[in-house]
Nanobody
Framework: QVELVESGGGVVQAGGSLRLSCAAS????????MGWYRQAPGKEREFVAS????????YYADSAKDRFTISRDNTRNTAYLQMDSLKAEDTAVYYC?????????WGQGTQVTVSS
């Protein structure tokens, strides 16, 4: 059974940090692009960051640049999102995503709440 399980969300004060993890099971992430998306209340899901299968390239939304860092450990079958200097507008449910050709998997999401 293919599954992506996010963890590490919670409540943090503005300026604080959180590290999200995305643990995959039922498949190996080694050949997949891994990404993070988020959805705030009343808004559409938006791209946050992604990382190539080998970690060689990373991409960030403008809102995440210089504050968030995406990484992966293929040996642990896990992807990460380090979030620093958090702002109230970062409050959202964060979703992990894995993609390779026609294969497309999503996690169930983890809530991140930043209090100002």
């Amino acid at each position: 059974q293919v599954e992506l399980v996010e963890s590490g969300g919670g409540v943090v004060q503005a300026g604080g940090s959180l590290r999200l993890s995305c643990a995959a099971s039922g498949f190996t992430i080694g050949s997949y692009t891994m990404g993070w998306y988020r959805q705030a209340p009343g808004k559409e899901r938006e791209f946050v960051a992604s990382i190539r299968w080998d970690g060689g390239s990373t991409y960030y939304a403008d809102s995440a640049k210089d504050r968030f860092t995406i990484s992966r450990d293929n040996t642990r079958n896990t992807a990460y999102l380090q979030m620093d200097s958090l702002k109230a507008e970062d409050t959202a449910v964060y979703y992990c995503h894995a993609n390779r050709a026609m294969y497309d998997y999503w996690g169930q999401g983890t809530q991140v709440t930043v209090s100002s």
